[in-house]
T-cell receptor, first 114, second 113 residues
Framework: GEDVEQSLFLSVREGDSSVINCTYTDSSSTYLYWYKQEPGAGLQLLTYIFSNMDMKQDQRLTVLLNKKDKHLSLRIADTQTGDSAIYFCAERPYGSGNTGKLIFGQGTTLQVKP | DVKVTQSSRYLVKRTGEKVFLECVQDMDHENMFWYRQDPGLGLRLIYFSYDVKMKEKGDIPEGYSVSREKKERFSLILESASTNQTSMYLC????????????FGQGTRLTVV
């Protein structure tokens, strides 16, 4: 079945770049997403990439997709303390239709040290 | 402004109780979802609904049921709460379409004692 894997924890210093990695198993996934969860809050969509793209950039965020290796990464440039959160990778499997069922990874806790 | 509202932020219930978690969205979305979030396991889909009175099982439906009598409201029911259902529960909704954003509620942290 579909599976999405992430490492659980990443610690960086303020001003450095953060790279959060994700692997997935469903090669027919149509869209891949990054969500952010701040403490005590629900999930908020950060960005997404369509499966026929290799890269997407949005201000400080860069998403890289390697379809051959089924590997997705999120790079946050100039990481700030406000970026401290849990980051979830999610895939939308082919065949999920219009309901948009998502498969989530375990979440990576990003700790930003001043 | 888009809103998904879960009725409680924190709940404490006793083993064996019947528990209702309520979720309301004001965006006229067709699709609604219930996930549970556990450390190290991420979000796992319990049930989802793509229309009023329609529901489908997700990956971990055992011990849960749902109700969707009105489009804006999706309820998660624990028929007989058990300690292994202690978790964070997240509701989400999205409009139908190829790539539409899912909006999440703030979550309900349920403790079963």
């Amino acid at each position: 079945g579909e599976d999405v894997e992430q490492s659980l924890f990443l610690s960086v210093r303020e001003g450095d770049s953060s790279v959060i990695n994700c692997t997935y198993t469903d090669s027919s996934s149509t869209y891949l997403y990054w969500y952010k969860q701040e403490p005590g809050a629900g999930l908020q969509l950060l960005t997404y990439i369509f499966s026929n793209m290799d890269m997407k950039q949005d201000q400080r965020l860069t998403v890289l997709l390697n379809k051959k290796d089924k590997h997705l990464s999120l790079r946050i440039a100039d990481t700030q303390t406000g970026d401290s959160a849990i980051y979830f990778c999610a895939e939308r499997p082919y065949g999920s239709g219009n309901t948009g069922k998502l498969i989530f990874g375990q979440g990576t806790t990003l700790q930003v040290k001043p | 402004d888009v809103k998904v509202t879960q009725s409680s932020r924190y709940l404490v219930k006793r083993t064996g109780e019947k528990v209702f978690l309520e979720c309301v969205q004001d965006m006229d979305h067709e699709n609604m979802f219930w996930y549970r979030q556990d450390p190290g396991l991420g979000l796992r889909l319990i049930y989802f609904s793509y229309d009023v009175k329609m529901k489908e099982k997700g990956d971990i439906p055992e011990g849960y049921s749902v109700s969707r009598e009105k489009k804006e409201r999706f309820s998660l029911i624990l028929e007989s709460a058990s300690t292994n259902q202690t978790s964070m529960y997240l509701c989400a909704s999205r409009v139908s379409g190829q790539n539409t954003e899912a909006f999440f509620g703030q979550g309900t942290r349920l403790t079963v004692v």
